[in-house]
Every structure is written in C-alpha cells, then in structure tokens.
C-alpha cells in the first residue's frame, strides 16, 4: 500500500502544474488543470502545516507531561496553567491558520472562475479567427 504524504501531493501538484503552463500558448483546459493544481498545492500547504502543528502539540504534551511528573502541588498547578494558557494560543494560532487557508482557498476559487472565463473568451476569439482565416 502507498502512502500519500502532504508534500508528495505537494510536488505533484507543483509538477502538474508546471506541466500544464509548459506550452508557449497553454489552452484553456491546460489552464484549467493548472489551476486545479494550484489548488491541490494549497491544501498541500495546509495539510503539511497541519501536522507541523500537530507534532508540535504532542511534543509540547509530553514535555508537560513529563514536567508535571516531576512537578508537585502547587509547581503542579502552575503548569497546568501554563499549560492551557499555551493550547489556548495554539488553538487561537490554528484557527487563525485555517481561515488564512480558507481566505486563500475563496480567492483562489475567485482566479479559477477568472481564468475559466478567460478561456472562454480566448476560445471565442480563437474560433473567430479560425472562421477569418478561412473565409480569406
């Protein structure tokens, strides 16, 4: 069985889109394709950013862990504090960091539909050319 990881995905996504801009006039499905990618390219982004911050929370869980072992009565309380202080900011700091993302990800669906009607356009233009082109 493989295991996709974000940054697999990462440098997929970042391929698929180098690929689809590759051509000196990329059409409009290549344009499309490239900006799905760009799209996986930040989920990616966030996955990764996602488990740093999960690692993070486990390290720092059982450093208290560890710290509150060896911590007694009031010692104890403190880091309990201390400690909730901390996940609460880290809770701040995640839900801050997921509504970047989901800012990025409506702007990025804004492009999309920009570049989607781009391509309309440029197909329509195209098109008319082609007709010109065989009526002279």
Same mark, same amino acid.
């Given at each position: 069985m493989c295991l996709v990881t974000p940054q697999a995905t990462l440098d997929k996504a970042e391929?698929?889109?180098? +690929? +689809?801009?590759?051509? !000196?006039?990329p059409?409009?499905?290549d344009r499309q394709v490239a900006?799905?990618?760009?799209?996986?390219?930040?989920?990616?982004? !966030?996955?990764?950013?996602?488990m740093q911050r999960d690692e993070l929370?486990? &390290?720092?869980?059982?450093e208290?862990?560890?710290?509150?072992? &060896?911590?007694?009565g009031n010692e104890r309380l403190e880091a309990d504090k201390k400690a909730q202080a901390e996940q609460q900011q880290e809770d701040v700091e995640q839900n801050n960091a997921g509504a970047d993302v989901q800012v990025l990800n409506e702007r990025l669906s804004r492009i999309?539909?920009?570049?989607?009607?781009?391509?309309?356009i440029d197909d329509k233009v195209n098109s008319k050319v082609n007709l010109l082109d065989v009526a002279t």
């Open positions: 391929t698929i889109r180098r +690929a +689809a801009l590759a051509p !000196a006039e059409s409009s499905q900006s799905q990618a760009v799209l996986m390219t930040v989920e990616a982004r !966030a996955d990764i950013q996602q929370t486990e &390290k720092a869980q059982d208290e862990s560890s710290e509150v072992e &060896k911590d007694s999309q539909a920009q570049i989607l009607e781009i391509s309309q």
